[in-house]
């Protein structure tokens, strides 16, 4: 969906690395969250915010954090990179009711 | 705490036949249920989704989704099924009181010609 993008959009690091993975909208929702996906895993959640102010963890948020810079940008960081976060990324936004989510494109992500 | 499950991992169907895609929730209150769809490559899109009223709820694509309270499922399905909806297929879980989703592990659909 064009109205959610998300850079890179792949990307190789090494072990103990910071990488910083972006989310922008042009969709005006006030919600935003990340996601990874793994085979046979689903999407889980790490992180969401419901606005500029309100951030808050999900399942699985330890080795990650993030930083809501305005109302349509929601960056994720990983401090220190480990091979068990290779994992397909997911951003994705929604309206004031948190209903229907729409989704960036995903960036794969490898640790090496 | 609300879960989904999703209890095959694949579905095969030919083209032109019915397909049904199952999904089982737990939630502590009232559900809300929704379906994404997943094509290669590409991220999630939403299909259809469940709040209250008609049972039966009717999706993007010619799918539809029964809500079933007593059996606390959420079946996906389709009269007659194409090879283009060959895709991953999510079902995904929110109760009144949170604030989150919850989706499940996902099923392949594969539509043999």
């Known amino acids: 969906d064009a109205d959610v993008t998300q850079t890179p959009r792949n990307r190789i690091t090494k072990t103990g690395k910071r990488i910083m993975l972006e989310c922008s909208q042009t969709?005006?929702?006030?919600?935003m969250y990340w996601y990874r996906q793994d085979p046979g895993l689903g999407l889980r959640l790490i992180y969401y915010s419901f606005d500029v102010k309100d951030i808050n963890k999900g399942e699985i948020s330890d080795g990650y954090s993030v930083s809501r810079q305005a109302q349509a940008k929601f960056s994720l960081s990983l401090e220190s990179a480990i091979p068990n976060q290779t994992a397909l990324y997911f951003c994705?936004?929604?309206?004031?009711?948190?209903?229907?989510?729409?989704f960036g494109p995903g960036t794969r992500l490898t640790v090496t | 705490a609300q879960s989904v499950a999703q209890p095959e991992d694949q579905v095969n169907v030919a083209e032109g036949n019915p397909l049904t895609v199952k999904c089982t929730y737990s939630?502590?209150?009232?559900?809300?249920l929704f379906w994404y769809v997943q094509y290669p490559n590409r991220g999630l899109q939403f299909l259809l989704k469940y709040i209250t009223g008609d049972n039966l709820v009717k999706g993007s694509y010619g799918f539809e989704a029964e809500f079933n309270k007593s059996q606390t499922s959420f079946h996906l399905k389709k009269p007659s099924a194409l090879v283009s909806d060959s895709a991953l297929y999510f079902c995904?879980?929110?109760?009144?009181?949170?604030?989150?989703?919850?989706f499940g592990s996902g099923t392949r659909l594969q539509v043999q010609p």
């Open positions: 969709k005006g929702h006030d919600r």
């Open positions: 939630v502590s209150g009232n559900p809300y």
């Open positions: 995904a879980v929110r109760d009144t009181g949170r604030r989150a989703l919850t």
């Open positions: 994705a936004t929604s309206g004031t009711s948190g209903m229907e989510q729409y």
